[in-house]
Each structure stands twice: as C-alpha cells, then as structure tokens.
C-alpha cells in the first residue's frame, strides 16, 4: 500500500507571495492532518480534516487554511507568505477514529 | 488538555549502550501515547504506541516504553543502541476528540561508535 505523498518536496516563495502544498492520503483513510515543524517551536498542528470537513483547528493565524476534497486528498494554503513561515510542512493521514497517524516526508518551504 | 515534556533535547550513547529517552505527559483525559522518529529529510516514523490493556509497549527496531500512569510517564528505551538509531525522537499524546496530537520538542539521539 502506498504510503501518505506530499507535493512539491521543496519550496521557495518570496514573501507576500501564496502557496498551496498538496497531500494524499494512504489509500482508505479519510483524516488528514497538518502540521507545522521548526527548529524553534517542534511541531505545531495546524488543523484536521475528516470527511471534507475541518474537524480540529490550531493556533494559527487565518493566513494558513486548507480543505479535503472527496477523494480525502487534501491542500493547504497559506497566503501572504512571511519569513517565519519557512518549515517543513508535514501531512498525516489516518482511519476514521483511529489514534494511528501516518506521516507523509514534507514539504521544505522557504521564504526568502 | 494535553502536553508532553521530553526531558533532555540531546542525549548521546555508545554503540551497545542503553537508550534511555524521557517523555512525561499531562492529560486531563485518558492518554493514547506515541513515540515517532524521524530521520533527516524525512517524516515522521510511528516507533510504538500506548492506547489501553498491557502498560509496557513493544514497537519496531527493538524499541519498548512503558505507560506510567501514577508517574506520567511515557519513557521509551532499547536495551542496545546500534548506529542506525542516531535519530530526532518524538512523544505524542492525543485524547481529545478528533485526531489533534500534542507532540513534545524532540530528542537528538547520537551514537557514538
């Protein structure tokens, strides 16, 4: 079974700029979550998606938002790019209702 | 609400030497508890996880942790450590509704040959 794919790998955007990462879940699952990984903060969630719709929020500004479509693969989008953005961007999917997540290898994003 | 605190950001051991990395939680729930790893450029790796029965968790690599709940405690260890251990760790703990994970800020892990 394939495992959870994240595009694009890497990322540079210059700042104000938008971007969009892309997450496709293993096959079968229906939650998708995202995080925020930086040398200074660890891991941060960002929110969860199930079944198309937002199921859990973090503490993010609303320049970060996302969506899921039907087929449970999954986008987020950050607008107004700031240099604090820069991080890797992880994905992770899982069953409905099931604590096993599964992570996908990233997105790098820098803002120059 | 839920947070965990992994004592200790850089541990080093010799090659055949104990691991021992620290996690303490604090759940004002029942915890499901989580040890990932993570290589570099890459994500995040499920080692093991506690969600209820048997207190002590075996997972991959040779790696087991024990649920402490009078302790809050979570520590993950492998009685000999190889080379290809040298990782970032993480704690998780969930137990909320959902699938929000509080992940704690990561242990270096070095082994020294």
């Known amino acids: 079974k394939a495992g959870v794919t994240q595009t694009p790998r890497y990322l540079i955007k210059t700042r104000g700029q938008q971007v969009t990462l892309s997450c496709s879940p293993i096959?079968?699952?229906?939650?998708v979550s995202w995080y925020q990984q930086t040398p200074g903060q660890g891991l941060q969630f960002l929110f969860e998606?199930?079944?198309?719709?937002?199921?859990n929020k973090g503490n993010f500004p609303g320049r970060f938002s996302g969506r899921q479509f039907s087929n449970s693969r999954s986008e987020m989008n950050v607008s107004t790019l700031e240099l604090g953005d820069s991080a890797l961007y992880l994905c992770?999917?899982?069953?409905?209702?099931?604590?096993?997540?599964?992570f996908g290898p990233g997105t790098r994003l820098t803002v120059t | 609400a839920q947070s965990v605190t992994q004592l200790g950001s850089h541990v080093s051991v010799s090659e055949g030497a104990l691991v021992l990395l620290r996690c303490n939680y604090s759940?004002?729930?029942?915890?499901?508890l989580f040890w990932y790893v993570q290589y570099p450029n890459q994500g995040l790796q499920l080692l093991l996880k506690?969600?209820?029965?048997?207190?002590l968790v075996k997972g991959i690599n040779g790696f087991e942790a024990e649920f402490k709940k009078s302790e809050t405690s979570f520590h993950l260890t492998k009685p000999s450590a190889h080379m290809s251990d040298a990782a970032e760790y993480f704690c998780?703990?969930?137990?909320?509704?959902?699938?929000?994970?509080?992940f704690g800020t990561g242990t270096s892990l070095t082994v020294i040959p």
């Open positions: 992770a999917s899982s069953l409905a209702y099931s604590y096993e997540q599964y």
């Open positions: 998606y199930f079944s198309e719709t937002q199921r």
């Open positions: 998780a703990v969930t137990g909320g509704t959902g699938n929000q994970f509080y």
């Open positions: 096959s079968g699952h229906r939650s």
């Open positions: 506690y969600t209820t029965g048997a207190t």
């Open positions: 759940s004002s729930v029942p915890p499901y």
